[in-house]
Each structure stands twice: as structure tokens, then as C-alpha cells.
């Protein structure tokens, strides 16, 4: 019995699994390309795959009579991107979202410190989860209750005239390209909506790379006779650039390709979101569609480039 155990056990220990296995052990870069293709080729085929088809379509004429598309190749798609009208839409898209990372960094900054700083154990765990629950809520849900809560007889009036700041309303409602009748009618409303609903996606990275900041430079600067103002602006601030420019690829990115909020809030007016989804599903002009998500592609690919000198993918 010993002796055939014996004999069995190399035809065991070279079987074609062990075989497959010792190959991978000796050549990892053969087990690290077999763990990634198949993903890879999912991202190529559907997402790049798909993406590439609809840009291509963007060179297909539409036929306003008929209301078809045909496969003859123009550039005409591409060049209405700049009749006055589009171009206008894409500056505002383009404006409103450059407010909306600013404006969400500005505040998100304070929570993101206090967080790091002044928090642990279940204090920590309140504050995150506090951050996070809304981006549990429904997005459409979380709109609709800002159009209730900006119309003229919702709460945020009721505070902006028990707080007395009827009068700053008023002055932003005469800015041209910002005001209107009520909140919920006007630029600045439909600013607010973005602010709030993005506003998570800054803190998370803020917070973070707060929580990377070494303790020992905050105590050399105190050392070296640093008041608190200074270490914030010189130690504290630039090592948090890489989250706030990370975080602002969310708000940047997720603003300007939004069609809901700029739908329910705010005055009439298309976004590029919106125009794509007019575009493509009330009108039916694909190249058109196609010609418009081009912008956003090539906004981000920009926006990405300029904040990775800033260290925002490390910040991630």
C-alpha cells in the first residue's frame, strides 16, 4: 500500500493544474495579463466600442425634411458647435460647472478638515456616514424636493425673509444670467441643486487627503513660530490641492453632463445633457447628439490633464 501511494503521488503532484499552476507562479506577467483581459476586453468592446460608434455617427446627415439619418459623411454636425445658439449652450454648461467645483470646494473644505482633524471613532463614523446618505437617496427624488423647497412659498424662502437677506436676493435676482422670478426659476437655484447633490463627491477626497497629512509638519510649523493662519495657507492648503482637484472631477464632470437638474430647476434653457437628450430623443438627430457629447469628451479629457499636475489622481 505505502509503495503504490508512493508511486501515485508524482502523477498527483504533475497533473494539469499543478502544471498550470507552477507555469503561472514562474511567469506572472502571463497570470496578471490572463486576470485583466477579459475585463479589458469588456471595457474595449462595449464602453470604447459603443462610444466610438456614436462619435461616428456624429459625421451622418440628418435630413430635416424626412426626419432620417443617412450614412453620407459631413462636418457639418460638428461645425453648428459653434453657430452662436450651441456655442451658448456650451459656455453656460461649461460656466455652471466651473461654479458648481468651486463653489462645492469652498464648503465642502471646512467639513473635510473638521473630519480629520477633530474626529475619531464613533464621531468619525457619524460624519461619514452623515456625508454619504445622501448619495443613497434618489437622484430623481432628491431634485423634485428641490423644486419645493426653492419655490416662492418653500422653505428657503421662508428663511432667506426671517433672516432679513431679502435684500441680497434681490440684488442677485437682477444679475443678468443668474436671476429670475423665484429660486427655482433662476440660475442661481438651479446652482444651489448642483452644489448640494455633488457636494459629497468633494468632501470624500478632501477628507482623505486631510487624513494623509503628517502630523509632524503641523508640529515643525508650530516649532518654527508659524501662527495658525500661516500654517493653514502654507503647510495645510497646498498638500490638500490633490483632493480638492480630485474631488472637482466629480463635480466638474457630473455637472456637465447632467440633463436632469437643469430640466426640473431653474429657468428654460439646455445644457449639453439636455440638448443630447432633446437631441436624440425628441427629435431624433443622432449626428446631432452624437456631435454634442464630443464637447463634454474632450472638456474632461482637458480638465483631467490640468488637474493631474496637480496630484489629483494620487488623491483617489
Do not use: C
Not at 475585463?39 to 459625421?59: R, V
Not at 435684500?167 to 423665484?182: I, Q
Not at 433662476?186 to 468632501?203: E, K, N
Not at 487627503?209 to 495658525?228: F, K
Amino acid at each position: 500500500m505505502e509503495l503504490t501511494m508512493n508511486a501515485q503521488a508524482p502523477t498527483a503532484g504533475n497533473g494539469p493544474l499543478r502544471r498550470l499552476s507552477n507555469l503561472l507562479y514562474r511567469k506572472p506577467t502571463l497570470y496578471l495579463s490572463l486576470l485583466l483581459v477579459p475585463p479589458l476586453l469588456w471595457f474595449g468592446a462595449i464602453y470604447l466600442g459603443s462610444l466610438l460608434t456614436l462619435m461616428w455617427q456624429g459625421f451622418y446627415t440628418f435630413d430635416d425634411f424626412t426626419m432620417t439619418v443617412t450614412p453620407d459623411l459631413t462636418w457639418a454636425n460638428f461645425a453648428a458647435l459653434f453657430t452662436p445658439a450651441n456655442f451658448d449652450i456650451i459656455q453656460r454648461t461649461v460656466l455652471m460647472a466651473v461654479a458648481v467645483s468651486i463653489a462645492s470646494g469652498v464648503v465642502a473644505f471646512p467639513i473635510a478638515y473638521y473630519m480629520a482633524r477633530y474626529t475619531s471613532g464613533k464621531t468619525k463614523a457619524f460624519f461619514y456616514i452623515a456625508v454619504m446618505m445622501p448619495m443613497w437617496a434618489s437622484y430623481i427624488v432628491k431634485a423634485y424636493a428641490w423644486t419645493l423647497l426653492l419655490a416662492k412659498g418653500g422653505v428657503a424662502m421662508w428663511f432667506v425673509h426671517h433672516l432679513g437677506l431679502q435684500w441680497l436676493l434681490d440684488l442677485l435676482m437682477d444679475v443678468p444670467g443668474v436671476g429670475g422670478n423665484t429660486l427655482s426659476t433662476s440660475h442661481l437655484g438651479r446652482f444651489l441643486v448642483f452644489v448640494y447633490i455633488w457636494l459629497p463627491f468633494m468632501i470624500l477626497p478632501i477628507q482623505a487627503s486631510l487624513e494623509r497629512l503628517p502630523p509632524s509638519l503641523l508640529q515643525a510649523s508650530a516649532d518654527l513660530g508659524a501662527h495658525p493662519r500661516q500654517t493653514f495657507f502654507q503647510v495645510i492648503l497646498p498638500l490638500s490641492i490633490p483632493g480638492i482637484a480630485a474631488g472637482s472631477i466629480f463635480t466638474f464632470s457630473l455637472t456637465l453632463g447632467d440633463f436632469i437638474v437643469p430640466q426640473l430647476v431653474g429657468p428654460p434653457g439646455y445644457f449639453i445633457g439636455s440638448m443630447v437628450y432633446a437631441q436624440q430623443g425628441a427629435i431624433g438627430n443622432m449626428p446631432m447628439a452624437a456631435a454634442f457629447t464630443l464637447v463634454p469628451i474632450v472638456l474632461i479629457a482637458l480638465y483631467l490633464s490640468i488637474v493631474k499636475r496637480l496630484g489629483a489622481f494620487d488623491a483617489l
